[in-house]
């Protein structure tokens, strides 16, 4: 118990540090200081200039809605004179984060339930009723095949197909796009960020911005930075394409908005910056499956009460809002953090040096002796070792 | 060759270790301890305690699925009576990690495409033909002037456009809300979460909830904090908000789940927990183009089979489910980074007290000359230098 | 002012570096190479080859799309022979990252706004108008009762509700699956992803696939790794489910595309793996709430003009894309804190070795002797210490 206190005390008491030889020499001395400051700059210019290591961060937390104005007129054999608004080329009519607008279409009116002539292909085509197989279906089909050997037009023969009749003919895509109007469509982006940690929230209409500016403005990256109405034709030519190639089957836009924000600073200085880029590649080499399209139908009831339907081919630019960003904020603990590994960045200095110093200087054997203390292990060793 | 082996073996037999001085001071020693300790309890305290430094963590893959329940009744000039259930008022039906309920509407019946005045307003408004240019549209217009100067009622004439006609007037949004019973629905939100480093999945509907439970229940804080059914009116108050306030010009909120969860704990505490945050901003200050709404059309075919459309403005609130959370089970490598940092910061106490006892205290000269040794580059340095 | 420049002098011109027991022990200098050995092991090993710790890593942007084809035959009393193509099953007809297959279906005809009488439950079967309240309303009734008790069939009778009527009546779920050929649906998932920081992007239809080959393959993770159509029951099957038991209530599955790849190499070596999960959870002792289903309508104007619609409960599978995956290219900065950090660990070997060494030795006296030079804080401190 007393040895033990003994102990504990001794322990308590004690002060232990290494000891230190310390050098007066211009060269040695010199290139030590010139190690350090360059550790010492690159663990500040690094760590706390560029990295900004003395701040929290939080990642954006964001809401996005998204608004098209626009009307389109088209006049084809088949529709007439028709206009076409947003409830009519917005498909589906709100998404989350997207926007999908209709540039060019097959439409096949009037498709009932019946029976019809597939579309000739390799498989279809046909010389008798002995080349159809009543009920056979295939992943490119229409329907599901009666047995019937009919005549799809003068010259061709097909199998007959219980369908939504007339069948889809979507062999040739309308060029140019039938809804090429909509290069001047426009769209509203609102979107509002949240950094939880900083509970710092803005949203992309800034304070300044007006209801009669908001009316009138669209958006330039040298006039217009912080107006959050896009022009659909500026989107796709600020990402390096052309509308008009990309109407004809579709694609995908990325408007990305970084709300990368340094909270040290007044939170005016805080704003969303605008970039687009295309998401599908285009790759003329390799134009395997290009652009974007679904199917979708307008269901109605003929007089006798059957069901009929106007099935359309819709292809369009779907507009993904992606949002992205970083928040920093000074904070105590990366702070500590990182001045502690910038410290034990700073050993590595004397290890540097004493390579230098004990292996590569003419005078590293009068060195070596200095910081080395030889010790031997045999019992004679306390007479046996060099002094210092 | 010979010589190779005596380095060799020198190197691989040699065992080097700092010296060290051992004060033995009661005042030095204790501050000494003082400071490795309050290094030690942060390390033990922070990093192990506090932010589980021992746990490796993973991050939460979620799916979620929703149903709104209820049913409303309008009774209005327009529609006469008319009941209101889930097929109508969520639009679309069914979306990835969201789902819109209209609360209020604009609606324009039986538009048809032909010709009618434009709404009035700045640009429309006109005297004579001549103020009309025909094929021109703007953004906000509903379609293209004919050329024509036509008269809107009694005392306005505008230019009239070719559109769906009768064109939507959206300038006054109805209030009260149209569906203002949206209040009472309900929202069913399933979801199941997996942490897939270690292989761990769960549902918001608990093990002990009962299908009878989940007929009756309703969330609440206090109450029924697992009940995975929300009450409309309930999300948003619980966020701050009044909901027929919401409800007329329409808005966003987040319904945030969070599944933070310590496996090394068992699988049944790891619980989900529910909040709700209104995602976009309602700036009293400055309310430009607030709330939510989108336009979307219901299409018909008259007797004569020609097109014709309900056009529905609809306001009302998009609920996003957002799901985070980390997981965290002890791990062998994570524990002994952080054991390893530990130790090196352990080396701050060092210099610390260093800085402390060579340029603080009173006896700092006699310490001095204890840690360090002063070697003179001179060749005459073994004689000049001070021993120890 | 001169003694300033002393000062700078002797600081900038002076070179510390700690003193160091050299200890020439077989068993000592074993022992510590060995303990260098294997934290050097660790540090290379784990950190550079495993970890890859020289290596900058970004992680995956992502666009997606999917097509679904196939046709399916029902045959039903309610609607007769019925062919179902895309544009009938695949509701919303586009989504983001998602697409949902209807596989089962409860309709409901030729819905008017009339009243009729409620589906009989606990609180809607009555035996008088005095058990119904007018104008009341529950969260799992189709409408809002009139206060009339009439009929629902010959034996039974119930409130009378103001609804869109006959109201549905989803007590049983068709079993097998109504839509059980979507089995052998097929869906094409085109997916773009991009490194942002090492601006590098690909698509998974890989360049080496050709219009032909997309036209015929399946996905197999054996014969076709890397075709991006997948036949919906191998999708199930793949996650050890049975498509037609989940076609009947609906499910959720993730279809996961991981691109993790390592950018030191060549892009062709940088290819997506699939792999698929059921992400709803189907635990067989606890089947509350099983499922995924949702209801829609199409409306539709009778002879007379009025509204009328039909309701369908939706079943089905929604099939959600995830694509994740991270990418690494060699860069100096993490290169050089891997480096730095490994360095750092290395100081450990000489902390566990003097631990040995002073304390668990033979001839731990005769090291600590080395090791320790102890100072007394005493005024004759120099003559009681003992020397080294």
Not at 323 to 350: E, Q
Request: charged letters at 20%.
């Amino acid at each position: 118990m007393a040895g033990c206190c003994v102990v504990l005390g001794s322990f308590l008491f004690e002060y232990d540090t290494p000891r230190i030889v310390l050098i007066r020499s211009r060269k040695v001395g010199l290139m030590n200081r010139m190690v350090q400051l360059l550790i010492l700059a690159y663990v500040i210019g690094w760590v706390f200039v560029w990295e900004k290591g003395y701040q929290e961060t939080d990642s954006v937390v964001s809401s996005v809605t998204t608004k098209a104005k626009g009307v389109a007129v088209t006049n084809t054999s088949k529709l007439g004179f028709w206009i076409w608004d947003v409830a009519d080329y917005v498909i589906p009519a709100q998404e989350e984060n997207s926007l999908f607008i209709m540039t060019n279409m097959i439409i096949t009116m009037n498709q009932t339930q019946s029976t019809c002539a597939e579309i000739p292909d390799k498989t279809t085509i046909c010389n008798s009723d002995s080349d159809c197989i009543p009920g056979s279906t295939s992943t490119h089909s229409n329907g599901v095949e009666t047995g019937k050997c009919v005549s799809f037009n003068e010259s061709v023969h097909t199998c007959e197909v219980a369908a939504w009749c007339p069948v889809e003919d979507d062999a040739g895509v309308p060029t140019p796009a039938f809804l090429k109007a909509a290069e001047n469509f426009t769209l509203l982006v609102k979107n509002n960020i949240w950094y939880p940690k900083f509970n710092f929230s803005k949203r992309n209409i800034l304070p300044n911005i007006t209801t009669s500016y908001l009316k009138s403005c669209i958006y330039d990256a040298q006039t217009d930075p912080f107006c959050p109405i896009f022009r659909l034709g500026k989107i796709v030519e600020d990402a390096g394409h052309s509308f008009q190639d990309m109407a004809v089957e579709g694609g995908i836009m990325g408007i990305q908005i970084n709300w990368d924000c340094n909270l040290d600073r007044t939170a005016s200085l805080c704003l969303p910056r605008y970039s687009f880029r295309r998401l599908d590649t285009r790759d003329l080499e390799h134009n395997v499956s290009p652009g974007y399209n679904f199917r979708f139908a307008k269901y109605y009831k003929d007089l006798t009460g059957n069901e009929q339907r106007t099935l359309i081919k819709a292809y369009g630019i779907r507009f993904d809002i992606i949002v992205f960003g970083k928040a920093g904020k000074f904070d105590v603990i990366p702070t500590m953090i990182n001045i502690g590994s910038g410290l034990a960045l700073l050993g590595v200095a004397t290890v540097l040096c004493d390579i230098i110093v004990l292996y590569c200087m003419k005078k590293r054997y009068y060195y070596r002796d200095k910081k080395y203390k030889y010790v031997e292990d045999y019992e004679q060793g306390l007479a046996g070792e060099r002094d210092q």
